[in-house]
Each structure stands twice: as C-alpha cells, then as structure tokens.
C-alpha cells in the first residue's frame, strides 16, 4: 500500500479523533467530505442520502454482515481495513455470489490518531479495488476513550448469485471430497506475533486476501460445489464441524495431506495452539462430489489464491456429525468444534 | 415489550458474555443457536450459511447502514435494539425504499449481562415485526472488558425502490415547501435524563419508531416529494444545512411553526441545548413542491406518526445554502450547522 499520498485533513491541526467528529455536525462533515468521500468516490455514496440505490438488478441477490474488532490494528500482511473489505467479500463469495457493493460502519475511539484512519481507509479502497467491488453507503461514530479500542469496523455486503449455484451445507453427501485451499494458521499467527508483549517473532504475514477471483475459477470448473466457505473464527476444524453437522455425515481428513507452515508449526508449539482451531482470512474450503474433485482441484491449483490446495478428506456415511482425523501414525481422532477462547479478537 | 419470556440461555449458568462466546467455538453456537435464531427465526437466517439469499428481486436497490452506540443501553421510551432497527428502517424508507431486509451485527463487551443481551434481542425483534423488516444475517463479537461499552449494534439494510420515486436533495428548488412530522427534540432530551449524574428527571420518552408506513402515505399522496430525511444526529438545523447545501436554495423557517414540547423546552434551557440541534429517531423532513403540500401535509396528519405534522418553512432563492429562521419576535437569524458536540453517543 503506497502510504505516501498525503492526509487531507490537516494532522497537525486535528491529530486526533474527537467526540466531535461523531456529533454529525461540522467535524463530522468534515471527515465524510474531506476523507471518506474522496478517497471512497462513488457516484452513489457521492448522492450523500441517507443510503445508496443501487442500479437496478435481477436474481437472487446474497446479503451478509461482519464486524472486525482485531486487536492490534496493524500487524504483519494487513490491518483492520483490508480485512474488513476481504471477510465480507470472502462471505459473499461463498454464498455463491458476485461481491458488488459494501457497507462500511466505522466505530471510532476518541483519540485514534487521524494519520492511522488515514492509512485505514487508504488499504480500504485499495482492498476494494482488488476485489472489484464499490463502498457505496458508510456509517461513522465515535465512542469516548475508554468505551472502544481504536476503531471497530462493520462491513455488510450485497452481491448476485451466479446463476446455476446452489452453495447448500446439508446437500454435500457421503463421498464428496474437502479440498483445501492452501496453508493453515497464518492469519492467527500473524496478529499474536504482532500483539504486545509475546516473546517470540515470525516472518508469517496473515493471509487476508479476497477470495471471489479464486471463487469464480472453482465454479467455472463445477457447479456441483455444495460447500464453499472461509474457515475463520474457529478455523478449519470447527468449521468442518459445522457441516458435518448440517450435512448428518462423517468427515475423515488425512492429517499428513494439511499444510502447515513449519513456521506456524513451531510458533503453534510454543503457544500451546493447534493450528486445526486458528483463523485464516485467506483460506477455503470446498465440498464438490468426488467426480468433480480433480477438475475442480486443478482449477484451483491454477489460481494464485489457491496454488497450493490439496484434497484433505472426504464425507462418510460412518461416524454421522463428527469429524476425525487419521494422523501420520495411523492412528485416529475426533476433531471436535472449538471449545472455550483460543485466540480472541482475531478479526 | 413483554420481557416474561425466559432466555433460553440458563442465566445461573451463564450469567455474563465471556471472550469464548465470540471465538467462533461452542459458546458461539451456543448463542447463535439459543438465543439468536430461535427470536429471529427465519428461512434464510436458517439456512446457516456465511449470508443470507434473498428471494429473487428486480428494480432498483436501496441499501444502507448504521451502527449504534447509545449511551445508555436502556433508556425511557427505548432501548439500543429497537433504536439500531428503527434506524435502519428509516434510511431506508428515507431513499423512497420499502424496507425489506436486515443485517445485525453485534460487538459485545465481556461482562454484558446476559439477561440485558436477551431483552435487547427480544426488543429487536419486535421493532423489526412492528416495521414489517426480517432479520437475514448476522454476526457477534466479543471485546474484552474495557475495550467496548456493554454492546454496539450495526445493522444494514436493504430494500426495493417505489417505482416512480426519486429522492434527490439536489433537485428541491426555491418555493417548495419543508414539512416536519412532529415534536422535536424527544429522543436526546429522553437520553440525557437517562444518563448517570443527571440532575433532572423528566416524563419525556424517546421517539423512537419506525416511519416506513409514514412514508408510504406520503408517496401514496405525491410522487413530487424530492426530499425524505430523518432529522437524526445533528437535528432538525443540521439536516435542513445540509439540504440546502445540496439544493442550492436558501431554506427560511418560522420559529413559531416548529413543535417543541414544555418539558423539552425546560430540559434544554436547564442544559444549555439548542432543540433545532437535537437528535431525533422518529420524525421525518419532507420537501415537496408548494402544489402538493397540503395534500402531503393532510396524508401525514392522518398517519399516527404523523399526527402533528406541520410546515415549518419554505426554500428561498435568496441566501443559497443558508437556513434562516424567523423568530417569534420578527427577527431573523441563521441557523448554522451544528459546531462541536453537543450531544455524544445520542444513537
């Protein structure tokens, strides 16, 4: 991100958020007219009502929400506002749908430095360029110091679904192949390198990235894909969970064939985490019936986001709602949800 | 509201929202399972998937967003779940749209009682049947204690457009007439006497309310009306500054038309407030040419959130972007945007 370009409010004049900047009186136009609204140009969100309306559009329409309170708000491969962008643009991906429009919501604290809103907002459009997708309607208030913790960041967004798709959980059978997008764990391991007072460092950047492209390609190859969806809070296990769960079969994963940096690996060991439990922000997971699976497999191979997937288990009839693991011993064990906080606030 | 009913989470049990009920894990489920989607029970909130598919529609799309961080939570006339879906109703019935759909999204502080969680959804959820909206999507996070202030609630929006309605501030012109819906300054003087340290106490509620049925009988009188706004933060001043900044126009009021209640009159006198500059959460602005004003004036009398409606003022060609009000002793002033902060955290 080219951070060179330049504040438009003045820092040495307002360094700082204040209450007065969320009172939607003269700080609070400001911001919007000085800040948000060029950098974030929209034909809609320039309209200034009250909500944007959007051309006109036909077809199933996906619509989601997500709130990002990372803490820190900087670490190392992003900060809060390219995360924003990319986990509601991931969710709508994985509904099967076009990312075309965002909200943003902002929730400041007072006394956020204006240079790191600044630097926020700038990461944001650029995320959003990536990802092709348009900020059209945004939302901002303050908190007074002590009530957030710096800036707490909304994103809902709304997109039309390809036509022929039906992403539906409880539709994957047994039989249906898990194929895997890429390296586990960096996101989590990311933000607790970055956060204070934690004695060890890595060179592990978070894998936030906009997954539609990625998406697109898979649903090219098949559109027999039941399952697409981003293993973030919680991570892959309680994920893979979740849909076991609402499919009523049994997933049996090869611990050998998941990807783990050994980087993550070691920073896992010393943390006491496993990797199976931490958040990707840049990940997914696909359920696609085994015929499908080596096209689908490759068409993901080729694409930048997913050049190191991999085939990581398959759904069975044994073992209804429960996922489990055949690891590199041999051996066997149940993958069970997240229980308890591994690693709060992670995004 | 009827708060008899039990929260399906054992509050012995559970008496607090803890970090683990935002990791994603088994708390997650426990609060998305329980107590979330039983009260907002819907087919596409049902599904469980990362976004909700909405049934297929055509025409134009309004969509908007909102975050709420009120201070307090419960207030006289209200509480933070009623205030984040009335709101959103609003702007979207304030772009000519049928409010159809909802996102809520949730950033709880480690330590909320359970049981204030429970009637804030319980609340939601009334708002949004009165409203006639559904609650599609959602997402919860957790902050750690200190980092958040008992709960913030974003919710987003998205409806259909009326055909033949365009909502454009810039296209009011000199003559037109500027209609309020009823007393001003409810919802902020409610807040303040709600607030810790306050040394009044007065009978006045929040206004809080959802306007799209209001709407309706405006459109349903006149397609002319270019101008909807909720007077929110900032007020009925600051709103009416920023219509005729984007009309162009100059905007003369007449002190003596606008409704003030005796005891918000008293309560702001005793504070020091302007009621011009207080948030409001139930009254709309209409601007609509001089030849159908009486017919809009009479279809908001008759609606019972607009039974005081009034004209309080008309657009000038003299002073362009400039609000003006004559006084009740024959003396005109202007009215400016609202400067500083006058009241924090209002919505």
Redesign the interface.
């Known amino acids: 991100m080219d951070f060179t370009l330049n504040c438009p409010i003045p820092i040495s004049e307002y360094p700082y958020i ?3 900047h ?8 400001q911001l919007i007219d000085k800040l948000f609204r060029p950098i974030f140009s929209d034909e809609q969100l320039d ?23 990372v ?1 820190p708000v900087f670490f190392p491969g992003g900060n809060i506002g390219d995360l924003a962008v990319n986990g509601t643009v ?3 991906a ?2 099967g ?1 076009k990312p075309e ?1 965002l ?5 400041l604290e007072e006394g956020l430095a204006m240079e790191d809103l600044w630097k926020i907002v700038l990461t944001m459009k650029q995320a959003a360029d990536l990802a092709g997708v348009r900020i ?4 901002t ?4 110091h ?4 710096q800036i ?1 960041i ?1 994103t ?3 997109g039309c ?1 390809r036509e022929g798709v039906n ?3 409880s539709a994957c059978k047994p039989g249906d192949v898990v194929i895997l997008s890429g390296f586990i764990g960096d996101h989590g391991v990311a933000i607790m390198s970055a956060r204070e007072g934690l004695e060890f460092q890595t060179s592990i950047e978070s894998d936030s990235a906009a997954l539609n492209g990625l998406v697109d390609a898979i649903l090219d190859a098949s559109l027999n894909v039941s399952v697409l ?2 293993p ?4 892959v296990a ?1 994920t893979l969970n ?1 849909i076991s769960k ?1 499919a009523h079969a049994g997933i049996v994963l090869d611990e050998t064939s998941i990807p783990v940096r050994p980087e993550v690996m070691g920073a896992c060991e010393v943390l006491g985490l496993d990797p199976m ?1 931490i ?1 990707n922000e840049g990940k997914i997971l696909v359920i696609v019936p085994d015929d499908d699976s080596e096209k689908v497999l490759r068409a993901m191979q080729n694409h930048p986001h997913g050049k190191d997937s991999v085939i990581i288990g398959q759904l069975t009839e044994e073992h209804p709602s429960v996922v489990r693991m055949t690891t590199s011993i041999g051996s066997s064990r149940i993958i069970d ?9 992670i995004c």
Do not use: W
């Open positions: 204040t209450m007065a969320g009172s939607g009186g003269r700080l609070s136009h309209a200034g009502h009250d909500g944007a309306i959007l051309p006109t559009v036909s077809g199933r329409m996906a619509f989601t929400t997500d709130s990002f309170v803490k991931n969710d709508l994985c509904c749908a429009y909200s943003v919501g902002m929730i059209v309607t945004g939302d208030k303050v908190v007074d002590g009530s957030g913790d707490f909304n809902s967004g709304v679904v992403i539906d959980p969806r981003d973030t809070r919680g991570g309680t979740e609402s439990y958040a949800m997240l229980t308890g906080e591994q690693l709060p606030r």
